[in-house]
């Protein structure tokens, strides 16, 4: 297969989704001059838009989680990558010329590919618990840095304790009265320096052993009804007024179900070299397997991907490297 053979409206590269993975994987795709789109969906906003603070990222000790996307967009911008706001809705592989290649369908068009790479991150996960649904919004969020501001002096429950739960729940003292940190077990699983953090903020409260039964208001929040684990079982109600979720995450990666091979959870299966069960398509980032999911390792896996995508259209091309 040469270029000649290639339709002109066929791209090299499709990256789907535009966080710290997206991102890496078209600065390099676009600067080894691959002919590189960016799909950015709405219904894949990247975490790290609504991050507070970004402290660990080698090099640059603290940074706002809304100006390093900004910064790696522009990046890989500089280098020819265009980006598209659509939502992916399915792909299918598609015969193009003496190879094949894949179709990505979104919400207002249709592109073509020789590669693809699904970078399109995680979501936050619901507790599916009565009012979480009437009261989104009411005084339910998953974001501390969108809405914590709409509780001064307030006092509000976060629910986890994870890296995510503590690190917004000491944002949130900025703002609250009151922090209750509602966790399932009877330690944190944060790292230790967040835990420091949080037991020496005199704003913070912690809920142990509970399981959270129900969200209660009308018209908003007014507590949280908590489930105690551990001796009678008995129920307490926090008196709060905001509840902000942060109990793990869900793959968005309802367009590939099919397509690729995925976990049980949804997660793609990748190698080390980001690829995928189909030829053609790698995957990077928060919506794969795998044991750490930060920034760091997210634009290590976009490196990869990329660099993996070179190499096979350079080889259905018959470029020698």
């Known amino acids: 297969m040469t270029d000649r053979e290639i339709p002109d409206d066929v791209l090299d590269c499709i990256i789907i989704g535009a966080g710290p993975a997206g991102l890496t994987a078209a600065l390099y795709a676009s600067r080894s001059a691959m002919k590189t789109l960016i799909l950015e969906g709405s219904s894949t906003v990247s975490q790290v838009t609504v991050t507070d603070m970004v402290e660990n990222y080698p090099g640059i000790p603290e940074v706002s989680g809304f100006d390093l996307h900004d910064r790696l967009r522009?990046?890989?911008?500089?280098?020819?990558?265009?980006?598209?706001?659509?939502?992916?809705?399915?792909?299918?592989?598609?015969?193009?010329?003496?190879?094949?290649?894949?179709?990505?369908?979104?919400?207002?068009?249709?592109?073509?590919?020789?590669?693809?790479i699904a970078a399109t991150g995680a979501r936050w996960r619901s507790l599916g618990v009565p009012g979480e649904k009437e009261l989104m919004g009411r005084g339910i969020s998953y974001c501390a840095t969108c809405d914590g501001p709409f509780y001064r002096d307030r006092s509000v429950a976060v629910v986890g304790g994870g890296n995510t739960a503590v690190q917004e729940a000491l944002y949130l003292t900025k703002f609250a009265e009151k922090v209750t940190i509602v966790h399932r077990r009877d330690r944190l699983r944060a790292a230790a320096i967040l835990q420091d953090r949080a037991f020496s903020n005199e704003k913070i409260d912690f809920c142990w052993d509970g399981i959270v039964e129900r969200i209660e208001g009308t018209g908003g929040v007014s507590g949280l009804r908590v489930k105690k684990m551990k001796g009678n079982g008995e129920y307490v109600t926090l008196p709060v007024e905001g509840v902000f979720i942060f109990i793990g995450l869900d793959p968005l990666t309802e367009y590939?179900?099919?397509?690729?091979?995925?976990?049980?959870?949804?997660?793609i299966i990748a190698d080390s070299r980001m690829r995928t069960s189909e030829k053609g398509v790698?995957?990077?980032?928060?919506?794969?397997?795998?044991?750490?999911?930060?920034?760091?390792?997210?634009?290590?896996?976009?490196?990869t991907a990329a660099y993996e995508a070179e190499l096979y259209v350079d080889e259905l091309k018959g470029r020698p490297y």
């Not at 939502?87 to 979104?106: A, F, Q, R």
Request: net charge negative; proline share 1%; with cysteine.
């Open 74 to 116: 522009t990046q890989a911008l500089a280098f020819g990558a265009t980006a598209k706001m659509e939502d992916v809705i399915s792909m299918e592989n598609t015969p193009l010329g003496l190879s094949h290649g894949w179709t990505v369908n979104t919400n207002i068009a249709s592109y073509r590919a020789l590669s693809v």
């Open 282 to 303: 790698f995957a990077a980032g928060d919506c794969i397997a795998k044991s750490l999911r930060q920034i760091v390792t997210a634009c290590g896996d976009g490196a």
């Open 256 to 267: 590939l179900m099919g397509v690729v091979n995925t976990d049980k959870d949804g997660y």
